[in-house]
Nanobody, 119 residues
């Protein structure tokens, strides 16, 4: 079993930066592919990006490319989402999720953290 907890959300002005962290307990996050998702107000949850278990570069949805960066902190057992040049449309609840590399389903989810970007 893996428990995921997001942290780092809050209120930020447009153009600012926020760093979210996804912490895991129960397992080493290096054993999993980790994804970030978000759910804007009154919209469906959407994919933001993911980092593979080993080696390959993270993948991002087009709207965040060049602004968001996903990275692993192997010492802290976290996967972080650095968000720069934030826009009001980035306002959402952000979730991290984990799956074993061969699975299609994102089996483990955190509870989410709110990021609000003011104009």
């Amino acid at each position: 079993q893996v428990q995921l907890v997001e942290s780092g959300g809050g209120l930020v002005q447009a153009g600012g930066s926020v760093r979210l962290s996804c912490a895991a307990s129960g397992r080493n996050l290096e054993d999993f592919e980790v994804g970030w998702f978000r759910q804007p107000p009154r919209k469906e949850r959407e994919f933001v990006g993911r980092i593979h278990r080993i080696g390959s570069a993270p993948i991002y949805t087009d709207s965040v490319k060049g602004r968001f960066t996903i990275s692993r902190d192997t010492i802290e057992n976290t996967v972080d989402l650095q968000m720069n040049e934030l826009k009001p449309e980035d306002t959402a609840v952000y979730f991290c999720a984990a799956r074993i590399p061969t699975a299609a389903e994102w089996r483990y989810w955190g509870q989410g953290t709110q990021v609000t970007v003011s104009a």
